[in-house]
């Protein structure tokens, strides 16, 4: 069975910084796009930032406008890892952060997908904090 675990959440002062680690299980994960979405109290689950097997190739990593420049998106293979390093965090990145893989893996290149219906493991999501 596939899981995803968040870790790496907290609470964090505006200005600063967190490294979110999703770790995969019951399967390889090399080859397959893994995404970051938040959820805000009292808001719609939206999309952050989703990264293809492909690193390094043209647009391998997909990014929501309100993080570009400030969060990025890593894997470590040999890990089974995806990480979301944040930084320069504002008190609107409070939410809720969750990993996401779909069920099978996919070696097409070209931005990888935000939308939440191409994604069907969740993990079970790490707060986030930031305070003014």
């Known amino acids: 069975q596939v899981q995803l675990v968040e870790s790496g959440g907290g609470l964090v002062q505006a200005g600063g910084s967190l490294r979110l680690s999703c770790a995969a299980s019951?399967?390889?994960?090399?080859?397959?796009?893994v995404a970051w979405f938040r959820q805000a109290p009292g808001k719609e689950r939206e999309f952050v930032a989703a990264i293809r097997w492909s690193v390094g190739s043209p647009n391998y990593a997909n990014y929501a406008d309100s993080v570009k420049a400030r969060f990025t998106i890593s894997r470590d293979n040999a890990k089974n890892t995806v990480y979301l390093q944040m930084n320069s965090l504002k008190p609107e990145d409070t939410a809720v952060y969750y990993c996401?893989?779909?069920?099978?893996?996919?070696?097409?290149?070209?931005?990888?997908?935000?939308?939440?219906?191409?994604?069907?493991?969740w993990g079970q999501g790490t707060q986030v904090t930031v305070s003014s």
């Open positions: 996401a893989a779909p069920l099978s893996s996919d070696r097409s290149r070209g931005l990888p997908p935000s939308g939440q219906s191409r994604y069907d493991y």
């Open positions: 019951g399967r390889t994960f090399s080859s397959y796009t």
